[in-house]
């Protein structure tokens, strides 16, 4: 059944069982999840409302030109006038987490969950193995997915509370925070600016194209465990490369930067800076002239809204959970209009960052191949210390030498330097 709604229950990277109010249009491709925060902000006792509005890529109507509806994740932290939005792009394939249900194609039992009958199919995708229980209606009732070549065991979904058939259409409608989502690009929809006074000198790096102009405009970086976090480190299972959902990163045309940039310390809300498919030029969405920041993981745990003031970490890490606060980097957002001129303070005139200077770029291969990257994130290095700092470790030395017995990646030429 490609259309239904249930409360779907799986336990969350930190092994909590979360029941998530699950609407499934698979037919359209679209998704809403509502549901409580995993975690609570620290020295409160509520929960904070979490929704997230998937729906697929496509082409819209833009002055009479096709235009790619590029940003297809909306997540809506906390409600009311609380509520924050935060807009992201998602290949909607890869995000489906049902959609793996199709590879299950050869009967293998039965069982009866919650009191509801159901047949058992199981199959293989990719580096993953898959087995479902549907019941009569068409619909799961529980789906297991484990690594193929392991057999461990990453997730257990279990439905409850199921109803099959068509959903009304408001159903996916936009939250009130992310209703103008069509409106102007660069409002900023969220929280005020951290009231921390003063600016920091960051080293951040981002993975990237050879083609892409080497400048921080309207681009997302990161520091290192953010930038492995982007990249997924924890994700590879298996021996394919290169990440396709994660810039390509391990392909032999694609590079990373390290970058020294110097940001007021008065964040603002994460932005996601993409390629616009019209003008071939990057756009923060949803941002004003402020740096945005985020918790590396503020995309699964979208924490904090309006008076609470942490928005995923965007003022304070004192939120996070112990085993994250060491293991979890930073995602930051540099919009073009808060670049501060030439010579310019930080500061001045409201500018938010400036200053940017590119230290070094290598080819990502040799940091997965040559330097091992790749073999250190077969591991668990999901929210890991100890794995989290021996990875960045190998990450920043491929960065910050050109000598192989120092862990060091050469320089590589790049033409076309931008850097205003």
């Not at 904070?48 to 997540?75: C, F, H, M, S, W």
Request: glycine share 8%; net charge negative; aromatic share 8%.
């Amino acid at each position: 059944m490609k259309q239904w709604k249930a409360n779907v229950t799986a336990r969350n990277d930190l092994g909590q069982h979360v029941t998530i109010e699950t609407f499934y249009d698979g037919l359209n491709k679209r998704i809403r999840e509502r549901s409580d925060s995993a975690f609570t902000p620290v020295g409160t006792t509520s929960y904070i409302p979490t929704d997230k509005l998937l729906t697929n890529r496509r082409y819209i109507a833009y002055d009479g030109t096709p235009q790619y509806n590029e940003y297809n994740l909306n997540v809506t932290s906390g409600s009311g006038d609380d509520a924050s939005c935060r807009i992201f792009s998602q290949n909607y394939s890869y995000t489906d987490p049902f959609a793996i249900a199709e590879f299950a194609s050869v009967k293998n039992g039965s069982l009866v969950i919650g009191g509801e009958p159901c047949e058992i199919w199981s199959g293989s995708a990719s580096v993953l193995d898959v087995s479902v229980c549907i019941a009569r209606d068409g619909v799961p009732r529980q789906m297991n997915t484990s690594i193929a070549s392991t057999k461990q065991l990453l997730s257990t979904m279990t439905w409850s509370n199921v109803v099959a058939g068509p959903l009304p259409e408001e159903v996916f409608a936009p939250s009130r925070a992310c209703a103008n989502r069509s409106a102007n690009i660069s409002t900023d929809h969220g929280p005020q600016a951290c009231e921390e006074a003063g600016s920091v000198k960051l080293d951040v790096y981002r993975v990237h194209s050879v083609t892409e102009p080497l400048n921080l405009n309207n681009k997302n970086v990161a520091d290192s465990l953010g930038e492995l976090e982007f990249v997924q480190c924890g994700d590879w299972w298996g021996e394919e490369h290169p990440c396709d959902h994660c810039g390509n990163f391990g392909a032999k045309d694609t590079v990373v930067s390290w970058w020294q940039v110097e940001v007021s310390k008065a964040f603002g809300q994460y932005a996601a800076c993409n390629e616009d498919f019209v003008t071939h030029e990057n756009t923060c969405y949803r941002t004003s002239t402020l740096v945005g920041r985020s918790s590396a993981l503020g995309h699964d745990w979208p924490l904090g809204a309006g008076r609470l003031g942490l928005d995923s970490g965007r003022c304070t890490d004192a939120w996070r959970p112990g085993v994250c606060k060491d293991a979890c980097g930073f995602w930051y957002s540099l919009p073009l209009s808060g670049r501060c001129a030439d010579g310019q303070p930080v500061g001045t005139n409201g500018c938010s960052w400036g200053h940017p200077q590119r230290v070094r770029t290598v080819n990502s291969t040799c940091i997965v191949q040559a330097r091992g990257l790749f073999e250190m994130c077969k591991m668990d290095t999901s929210i890991n210390p100890l794995s989290n700092a021996v990875a960045s470790s190998i990450f920043t030395k491929a960065l910050r030498s050109d000598d192989p017995a120092r862990g060091g990646c050469p320089d590589i030429p790049l033409l076309g330097e931008i850097l205003v």
